[in-house]
């Protein structure tokens, strides 16, 4: 997704070094639009960063959850409700989300933040989470 923004503004930077060198009457005009887009991709990452952090934390939190429960009770818990929170409360915390009970085997999944249509899986046997495309 930063490609889509950054990889148009490559020619556009070297333009603008173009002109910062050549041209001393542009130079100070073109160095603060240089500025404020390099700023503002800079904006974007870190939003994005932010977010992809604190949902994969939040994340750890409920598979710890169920992974406790599982440990307490010998099997996973039959819905979220289970360990204590709601469906409303999984979405708040994660978004685009849901835990599967399904033959025994649980299933714990959040949409990314950073990249439409593809998930973050947790799996329980590894204790990691796998990221799904679509």
Do not use: C
């Amino acid at each position: 997704m930063l490609l889509l923004l950054a990889l148009p503004l490559v020619p556009w930077i070297l333009y603008s070094i173009f002109i910062i060198t050549t041209q001393q009457a542009r130079r100070v005009i073109q160095g603060v639009k240089v500025a404020i887009w390099v700023s503002a991709v800079f904006v974007v990452i870190g939003i994005h960063y932010y977010l992809y952090v604190s949902t994969q934390a939040s994340a750890n939190k409920v598979a710890s959850a169920i992974q406790q429960y599982a440990k307490e009770h010998g099997s996973y818990p039959p819905n979220i409700d289970a360990i204590g929170m709601s469906k409303g409360q999984l979405r708040s915390e994660l978004g685009l989300s849901a835990y599967i009970l399904e033959s025994g085997k649980p299933t714990l999944f959040y949409a990314t933040t950073y990249l439409p249509f593809q998930t973050e899986h947790y799996d329980f046997e590894t204790n990691h989470w796998r990221h799904v495309g679509d």
